[in-house]
């Protein structure tokens, strides 16, 4: 998780399982333990996943484990040797059960 405090109290996550054990749960799992360290421990209000339109196993990993669909970022990501639009999803602490945290400035 990449963090940024201040006024923004906020974490950009990425995930990657070795692909032998991918369909087997083991992303959203991981992901749920991010999300419940990020909001009790951490306390982070908001956590971010970009993750690429075609990306469907992603899609679905991020939307299983309770993000919500914000937008586009357009051309957020370079890879395979191109500027790439990424779908933007959150997950805010309030959607699971947690409350918000006043900013530590
Ligand atoms: C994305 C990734 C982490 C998913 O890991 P995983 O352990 O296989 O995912 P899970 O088994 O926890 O599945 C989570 C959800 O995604 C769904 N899913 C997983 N792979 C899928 C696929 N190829 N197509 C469609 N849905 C898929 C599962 O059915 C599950 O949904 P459900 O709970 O509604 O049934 C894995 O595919 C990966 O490491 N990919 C390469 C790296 C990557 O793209 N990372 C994301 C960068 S943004």
Redesign the pocket.
Known sequence: MNITRDAYQSAEI??????H???????????GACLRLAFTKLKLNRIE????PV????L??????GFKKEGLARKKLFTRKAWRN?LVYAAICTDHGFKLNPPEL
């Open positions: 990425t995930y990657r399982i070795f692909n054990f991918w369909g087997h749960g083991y992303a959203r799992e991981a992901i996943a970009y993750v690429e990306n469907t196993a992603s679905r990993a991020a939307e299983a484990s990424v």
